[in-house]
Nanobody
Framework: QVQLVESGGGLVQAGGSLRLSCAAS??????YGWFRQAPGKEREFVAA????????NYVDSVKGRFTISRDNAKDTVYLQMNSLKPEDTAVYYC????????????????WGQGTQVTVSS
């Protein structure tokens, strides 16, 4: 059974940092993405990384603040979030797929349950 389990969410003050983790089990994936959904808003793309780690993409609003990385030995992908802002508050979802999905949700095959990130002002 394939599972993606996110962790690392929580409550942090504006300007603070969090590191999200997404551990995959059941199979090895080549490509990962992070998405987020704030209350009353649609799910939006945050970051993506290819199998080799050579391709990384970010939504403009997080460039320079967030970093996506992966540890292939652990089948785990990370999202380091620095200089957090209240507008980063959302449920963050990890997604995985056999092919590079970039910002396109339908290209991902599996999704985690999400982890809440709340940034207070």
């Amino acid at each position: 059974q394939v599972q993606l389990v996110e962790s690392g969410g929580g409550l942090v003050q504006a300007g603070g940092s969090l590191r999200l983790s997404c551990a995959a089990s059941g199979r090895t994936f080549g490509n990962y993405g992070w998405f987020r959904q704030a209350p009353g808003k649609e799910r939006e793309f945050v970051a993506a990384i290819s199998g080799s780690g050579g391709a990384r993409n970010y939504v403009d609003s997080v460039k320079g603040r967030f970093t996506i990385s992966r540890d292939n030995a652990k089948d785990t992908v990370y999202l380091q979030m620095n200089s957090l802002k209240p507008e980063d508050t959302a449920v963050y979802y990890c997604a995985a797929g056999l092919f590079y999905g970039g910002a396109t949700p339908r290209l991902y095959d599996y999704w985690g349950q999400g982890t809440q990130v709340t940034v207070s002002s």
